[in-house]
């Protein structure tokens, strides 16, 4: 199947439906998939966009080091949400600090591979329902402590953990924290240096999805707290945030500039067993909130920045300055969310309705007029699923235009000319990953306002309310037009959406949908996986409770300060900070 993408050549857990889809998928071509459950380390080299493993970086010369520049990088950022300095609590903006300062368990490159971190090891138990990792010794915190097996422990029972103080479900405003802590039976330290999670099903995405560089979130590994949760030493943390990332925060001055220095016992060097030096080659940075693009072009072009999100709009302007722009791939997607559909009194629980607004609304005016062509945004992919994701196939692409259609679709379901479907209110808020989602909603709303004689109205809402509201009943009914992060592998998103029945923020109530996603997390297999989450991906792209619209090639303003940097793929946030050289 092209395009489909890998991330690790594992054993397979098979329940029997899923063996009849292999089955079926291996009739005529090869033999059936063989299934060896067992307990060996998952290999630490993943399968890279290629689908072919590759080698571990070549290890720096001993004693070699990177030459470091004395001097300090500015970067400015359009927004970081709410400032909170640990994801269960964030919002969106908040990868545009933390990829500086957070240490994970596994690491990636550019080829978005699997590769050790602050674990050396990571292995499934034969039943698929317990993760263990193994940590590395040496490594330290910004405080000069120890990283340890305790403080992992710790970090996973703070991010979906159960303890007296209660459950991450009601703390977490995060939906894959919540979703995640349901289906987290026990964490636990089952040998000296090992951390394991044990879930009510198998999940085989947990270290790509939860715990990598790679994912859209950011649980990091950070210093064990006195009490699992606790709101004074929440507070207490987010003033003196300390992490195990490649820089350490030395100030914070709210809604305006985070510093950073380098930090010089990371991990991630050879004197800890990893095979190249990831530490910054520049000593300090000054992060920068600057929300208008305007100014922070400007700033570029008068030497006050280095790094800047932009757009094609700048991009003469970013030349003129002696700058350049420079694309990070598929790093957010834009979708459409349409919660509360499973409750049979509203209009949007017929799959017709969801089709026909699917196919009432042009995706390349948005992609042509808003973004300015497909060098920035591609009509292309199923949310989650984009072209470098495990499972993507063209099938997955968003419905096409059809105005014609769309009002079939809708007369069908029981409202010709949108009479009967009452008001339909569109909510959106102004992204710090993802432009113009506002005029996008508003373009959809003309659409659906002219094509299907539907009566909508657009409301532009605060971000972190919104996606608690989504959490609720709120918004049920409703339409939501919202950003997020493109990965490799999207099984905490389809876990949280569609597998897990008792979720708050759950699309549907169909049990042979919530078995098919179940059925695809349980599978180690690169082959089985890439199949079933395909096969699942298409089933939800024609159940339309999200509308896929297409995901955007991050555009970074580059200043002729900066020698050498490419953005790794599937990160709209700072990545490949260490491969940033300053003359």
Excluded at 3 to 18: D, E, S, Y
Excluded at 159 to 182: F, H, L, M, N, V
């Amino acid at each position: 199947m092209a395009n489909q993408r890998f991330w690790m050549p594992r054993a397979t857990i098979l329940t029997p439906l899923v063996l009849l889809l292999l089955l079926a998928l291996a009739c005529g071509a090869a033999a059936p998939l063989e299934t060896k459950p067992d307990t060996a380390p998952v290999p630490a080299v993943g399968t890279s966009l290629q689908e072919t493993p590759t080698a571990m970086p070549q290890p720096i010369a001993a004693g070699a080091a990177p030459v470091v520049n004395p001097g300090r990088l500015t970067w400015m950022i359009g927004g970081w949400g709410n400032e909170r300095f640990t994801y269960n609590y964030a919002v969106g903006g908040g990868n545009n600090f933390a990829r500086f300062m957070q240490g994970y368990l596994i690491a990636t490159n550019e080829r978005t591979e699997l590769i050790p971190g602050i674990a050396t090891t990571w292995e499934i138990s034969s039943d698929g329902n317990t993760w263990t990792f193994t940590i590395r010794d040496g490594g330290k915190f910004h405080d000069g402590s120890n990283i340890t097996a305790d403080d992992v422990w710790w970090d996973f029972m703070h991010y979906w953990g159960k303890d007296e103080s209660g459950s991450a479900i009601e703390r977490a405003t995060q939906s894959s924290a919540q979703s995640q802590a349901r289906n987290t039976v026990a964490i636990s330290r089952p040998a000296p240096g090992q951390v394991s999670i044990t879930t009510k099903s198998p999940d085989a995405g947990f270290p790509a999805a939860m715990v990598s560089e790679t994912a859209g979130n950011w649980y990091g590994v950070v210093p064990k707290r006195p009490k699992v949760h606790d709101n004074d030493l929440e507070a207490a943390y987010d003033k003196n945030p300390v992490s195990s990332g490649l820089m350490r925060l030395t100030r914070h001055t709210p809604a305006e500039l985070m510093a950073f220095e380098r930090f010089e016992d990371y991990y991630y060097q050879p004197k800890f067993g990893l095979p190249e030096d990831r530490r910054p080659r520049f000593q300090s940075l000054h992060l920068r909130l600057v929300p208008e693009e305007a100014t922070r072009v400007a700033a570029l072009r008068a030497g006050e920045a280095d790094i800047a999100p932009a757009s094609l709009a700048t991009k003469k302007q970013v030349e003129a300055g002696g700058g350049r722009l420079i694309f990070g791939l598929e790093g957010a997607y834009m979708y459409v969310r349409l919660p509360g559909c499973y409750k049979p009194q509203l209009p949007c629980n017929n799959k017709l309705v969801r089709q026909a607004l699917a196919h009432a609304f042009d995706k390349t005016v948005i992609r042509d007029q808003l973004f300015g062509g497909p060098e920035v945004f591609q009509v292309k992919g199923w949310g989650v699923a984009t072209p470098s994701s495990i499972g993507y196939t063209p099938e997955l692409d968003p419905f096409p235009y059809d105005p014609a259609r769309a009002r079939k679709l809708l007369a069908e379901a029981g409202y010709p000319g949108g009479r009967g479907m009452g008001k339909m209110i569109v909510n959106t808020w102004s992204s710090t990953a993802m432009p113009f989602m506002p005029e996008s909603a508003q373009l959809m709303a003309d659409s659906w306002r002219r094509d299907l004689g539907l009566d909508v109205e657009v409301k532009l809402g605060d971000e972190a309310a919104l996606k608690r509201d989504f959490l609720t009943d709120a918004l049920h009914g409703q339409i939501l037009v919202r950003d997020n992060e493109a990965r490799l592998d999207g099984s905490s998103s389809i876990r949280s959406a569609y597998g897990t029945p008792d979720h708050a923020g759950r699309m549907h109530e169909n049990p042979e949908i919530t078995r098919m996603v179940r059925d695809a997390l349980a599978v180690f297999d690169p082959q089985g996986r890439g199949y079933l989450f395909n096969q699942t991906y298409r089933r939800l792209r024609e159940e339309a409770y999200d509308i896929a619209v297409g995901y955007a090639n991050v555009p970074w303003a580059v200043g002729p300060r900066v020698v050498t940097w490419q953005p790794w793929p599937l990160a709209f946030y700072p990545s490949n900070i260490h491969g940033i050289t300053l003359k």
